[in-house]
T-cell receptor, first 113, second 115 residues
Framework: QKEVEQDPGPLSVPEGAIVSLNCTYS??????FMWYRQYSRKGPELLMY????GNKEDGRFTAQVDKSSKYISLFIRDSQPSDSATYLC?????????????FGTGTLLAVQP | DARVTQTPRHKVTEMGQEVTMRCQPI?????VFWYRQTMMQGLELLAY????????DSGMPKDRFSAEMPDATLATLKIQPSEPRDSAVYFC?????????????FGNGTRLTVT
């Protein structure tokens, strides 16, 4: 079993829809959680990060962490065609020196105009 | 806008040949990571460095892969001999190494095809 599980999709939604992306994990030592967005033939870029449990909002994006359930989510409101990309969750056991992250396999999202 | 630079962007080679991939981290970043991305496995950590010293290369096949940082501006990942199963996109990422507020910055990868 992988430390981080993510539904690969693909997920296709109409423009304006609310998108929910999710990851589960098994390592209770994970403390910080990130979402990366990856466009085709590009490297991943950081979208959101949170520490421990709770919510964080940034514009149309909301990240949620539920450590008791070992479950994290990314919500995208009013989705746009430009949101079409692969979304990767990533997790680490602590900040400080290493920033070592374990990634999910990614969910491919297509927003149809 | 500072970015991680990887070369070459694409590499096609025959099985058994040596492959060297290069990475220029963002100036001032002291942690450097090598990841491999495939459809089946996603992003897998191969090795990472802090202040040019290798901290963990347990994700790397030791018999054929090697990673080095000859200086603070260059990281290399070498495969010798290459095999078809090494075909993947190899990403380098760098970070300031100071915790939560310092996300990893990725290059655009080297797409390796071994025939």
């Amino acid at each position: 079993q992988k430390e981080v599980e993510q539904d690969p999709g693909p997920l296709s939604v109409p423009e304006g829809a609310i998108v929910s992306l999710n990851c589960t994990y098994s390592n209770s030592a994970f403390q910080y959680f990130m979402w990366y967005r990856q466009y085709s033939r590009k490297g991943p870029e950081l979208l959101m990060y949170t520490y421990s449990s709770g919510n964080k909002e940034d514009g149309r994006f909301t990240a949620q962490v539920d450590k008791s359930s070992k479950y994290i989510s990314l919500f995208i409101r009013d989705s746009q065609p430009s949101d079409s990309a692969t979304y990767l969750c990533a997790m680490g056991t602590g900040g400080g020196a290493t920033n070592k992250l374990i990634f999910g396999t990614g969910t491919l999202l297509a927003v149809q105009p | 806008d500072a970015r991680v630079t990887q070369t070459p962007r694409h590499k096609v080679t025959e099985m058994g040949q040596e492959v060297t991939m290069r990475c220029q981290p963002i100036l001032g970043h002291n942690t450097v990571f090598w990841y491999r991305q495939t459809m089946m496995q996603g992003l897998e950590l191969l090795a990472y460095f802090r202040n040019r010293a290798p901290l963990d290369d347990s994700g790397m096949p030791k018999d054929r892969f090697s990673a080095e940082m000859p200086d603070a501006t260059l990281a290399t990942l070498k495969i010798q001999p290459s095999e078809p199963r090494d075909s993947a996109v190899y990403f380098c990422a760098s970070g300031p190494g100071t915790g939560l507020s310092s996300p990893l910055h990725f290059g655009n990868g080297t797409r390796l095809t071994v025939t």
